[in-house]
């Protein structure tokens, strides 16, 4: 009895609770979203998978065994897992010059970063990692996104246009496409042209409805009705049918060593990506978001799609959108997709054989003007100048350096702002507001009054080890900036969160420092737990806790 209710408690922290609530509406909901969000998809991963250098079918592998898999461990009903444009780009980037041009080896390393991600992520949720989602802040990705938009842009607009892209680099492939453009097919042109306008009409006029997908038939059609090969328009050719028997890729341990750390940075992108998908949802439905549920969904996830000779995958923020939108209850939703999924790659892949090259290009370039986000990176710059730095300087790493490279240079600053803020924490003199109790900033409020012979400072940090001395300095300095004699300092601690065994000490040599010159010094609006610890650390009188400023100077 005691090992069936371990069992049982063992599979409940595995399983999502979710599973407890399917009916037989939520499941007729979810088969209706599911048949939706599969007509979504399947242009998509077409794309996506051409984006990493695989043929057309892998994207639908990976889509079909990770969305076998992800639904029996995700936490979020809505967040759908699907292969995405900047996990594409980045393992394409990544194995090419690993792969020597070898369109088999190139598959087989894909699959194995996309093994290691699924490992990563089976770690990271063993040890309680979900925590790694929110060291890549949402400015981050901001300028990830918009940098990752104009690479794609660079490396899609000659398979539009009709002629071979070259280049290393962002950069390297815009100087290229400048010196060929008088190459271009004006057949490819058109037809590019043509379903690039009609997917962004579409997108703008029915963005839950499968435009892609129409798109795509009509390109389908074309291609098979019209004579497009001597008129220079390549086409997507033969696309195998079937499904690729589950198993471990073909490389050698020295693959398995220059692969792991793709897919540690797969990982860690396809962490961002999803949680920023489900965080969404969460805060909208009011729900906690469970950052190493989706982790240990998403280790699931990759390890099937790497054992499917697939490509690694993520939450998908379009598709869990297009799912949301279609009215889906559960995960399910997912699941039925992937069967409708299997449908196609078992029965219909030989329609794609006569679909145009530069209509994947022109679905490639629509899906990526959602990612150019102008007004968020004008509204992040005005918000704070530091805020748009970060996500310029992730946006230039993407271009220059490469998308992971860009991610870790955006949250390397990130970083190190925040440890500035906090190594020099903002020490500010304060006024009373007049007419009211109110004490504010004077650099703010330059009509607050000063009390004559006291200066009110408020220290806006924890008064730590690293950045006592700097407040004890900060101090001295607007202490000796006041132009009247002063004979009491209050400091407002009520944004005062922590103080360590150094912190209270700097206040204790503060306090001596200011009774040598006949100055009180008072620390007033302390919580009980840093009141303890100064009177820990030998602080006693001039402590007034929970006592405002305007409570201690009367």
């Given at each position: 009895m005691a090992d069936a209710a371990a069992r049982a408690e063992d599979a409940a922290m595995v399983l999502p609770g979710w599973l407890r609530s399917v009916t037989g509406a939520t499941l007729r909901a979810d088969l209706v979203a599911g048949l939706m969000l599969a007509a979504y998809m399947v242009p998509a991963a077409l794309a996506d998978a051409a984006i990493a250098g695989l043929p057309p079918q892998a994207g639908l592998h990976a889509c079909i065994f990770a969305g076998a898999v992800f639904w029996l461990f995700s936490g979020s009903s809505r967040t759908v897992v699907t292969v995405t444009t900047g996990l594409s780009l980045l393992l394409g980037q990544a194995v090419a010059e690993m792969s020597g041009g070898d369109p088999?080896?190139?598959?087989?390393?894909?699959?194995?970063?996309?093994?290691?991600?699924?490992?990563?992520?089976?770690?990271?949720?063993?040890?309680?990692?979900?925590?790694?989602?929110?060291?890549?802040?949402?400015?981050?990705?901001?300028?990830?996104?918009?940098?990752?938009?104009?690479?794609?842009?660079?490396?899609?607009?000659?398979?539009?246009?009709?002629?071979?892209?070259?280049g290393e680099d962002f950069f390297a492939r815009v100087v290229h496409l400048v010196l060929h453009v008088g190459e271009t097919n004006l057949a490819s042109l058109l037809?590019?042209?043509?379903?690039?306008?009609?997917?962004?009409?579409?997108?703008?006029?029915?963005?839950?409805?499968?435009?892609?997908?129409?798109?795509?038939?009509?390109?389908?059609?074309?291609?098979?009705?019209?004579?497009?090969?001597?008129?220079?328009?390549?086409?997507?050719?033969?696309?195998?049918?079937?499904?690729?028997?589950?198993?471990?890729?073909?490389?050698?341990?020295?693959?398995?060593?220059?692969?792991?750390?793709?897919?540690?940075?797969?990982?860690?992108?396809?962490?961002?990506?999803?949680?920023?998908?489900?965080?969404?949802?969460?805060?909208?439905e009011g729900q906690r978001y469970d950052a190493g549920r989706d982790m240990l969904a998403l280790a699931a996830a990759n390890l099937a799609a790497g054992l499917g000779r697939g490509l690694a995958v993520s939450g998908g923020s379009s598709q869990s959108v297009v799912n949301d939108e279609a009215g889906a209850r559960t995960p399910l939703s997912g699941l039925f997709a992937a069967g409708v999924l299997l449908v196609v790659a078992v029965s219909l892949t030989g329609l794609l054989a006569t679909l145009p090259q530069p209509v994947l290009a022109a679905m490639v370039l629509a899906a990526v003007t959602g990612l150019i986000d102008i007004k968020g990176l004008v509204r992040a710059w005005r918000f704070r100048h530091s805020e748009g730095l970060v996500a310029l300087a992730a946006l230039g790493g993407v271009l220059a350096a490469g998308l992971l490279q860009g991610v870790l240079i955006g949250a390397t600053l990130s970083v190190v702002l925040m440890l500035r803020s906090a190594l020099r924490p903002a020490v500010a003199e304060l006024g009373r507001v007049p007419g009211t109790d109110i004490?504010?900033?004077?650099?703010?409020?330059?009509?607050?009054?000063?009390?004559?012979?006291?200066?009110?400072?408020?220290?806006?940090?924890?008064?730590?080890?690293?950045?006592?001395?700097?407040?004890?300095?900060?101090?001295?300095?607007?202490?000796?900036?006041?132009?009247?004699?002063?004979?009491?300092?209050?400091?407002?601690?009520?944004?005062?969160?922590?103080?360590?065994?150094?912190?209270?000490?700097?206040?204790?040599?503060?306090?001596?420092?200011?009774?040598?010159?006949?100055?009180?010094?008072?620390?007033?609006?302390?919580?009980?737990?840093?009141?303890?610890?100064?009177?820990?650390?030998?602080?006693?009188?001039?402590?007034?806790?929970?006592?405002?400023v305007v409570e201690v100077l009367v």
């Open positions: 088999a080896r190139h598959a087989a390393l894909i699959a194995a970063a996309t093994l290691w991600a699924g490992v990563f992520g089976a770690l990271g949720w063993a040890l309680g990692a979900g925590v790694l989602a929110r060291f890549v802040s949402e400015t981050v990705m901001l300028g990830f996104k918009c940098g990752l938009a104009l690479h794609l842009a660079a490396a899609q607009l000659p398979k539009l246009l009709g002629f071979a892209g070259h037809i590019g042209s043509v379903a690039l306008a009609g997917l962004l009409v579409g997108k703008a006029l029915a963005p839950t409805r499968p435009v892609a997908l129409i798109v795509v038939v009509a390109g389908i059609v074309a291609g098979a009705l019209l004579d497009l090969a001597p008129h220079g328009v390549s086409l997507v050719g033969t696309v195998p049918r079937g499904l690729p028997m589950p198993g471990l890729p073909d490389v050698s341990r020295a693959d398995l060593r220059d692969t792991l750390p793709v897919g540690l940075a797969c990982f860690l992108l396809a962490i961002v990506e999803t949680s920023a998908v489900a965080r969404m949802f969460a805060r909208r004490f504010a900033d004077l650099a703010h409020r330059p009509d607050a009054e000063r009390r004559p012979g006291v200066l009110v400072l408020r220290c806006r940090s924890a008064v730590l080890y690293m950045n006592a001395e700097h407040v004890m300095d900060a101090t001295q300095a607007l202490l000796a900036a006041r132009p009247d004699p002063v004979h009491r300092v209050v400091f407002d601690m009520t944004a005062v969160t922590a103080i360590d065994l150094p912190g209270a000490e700097m206040f204790l040599e503060l306090r001596r420092a200011l009774a040598e010159r006949g100055i009180a010094l008072v620390l007033a609006g302390l919580r009980d737990t840093e009141a303890a610890t100064l009177a820990q650390a030998g602080y006693d009188g001039g402590l007034e806790p929970h006592r405002r």
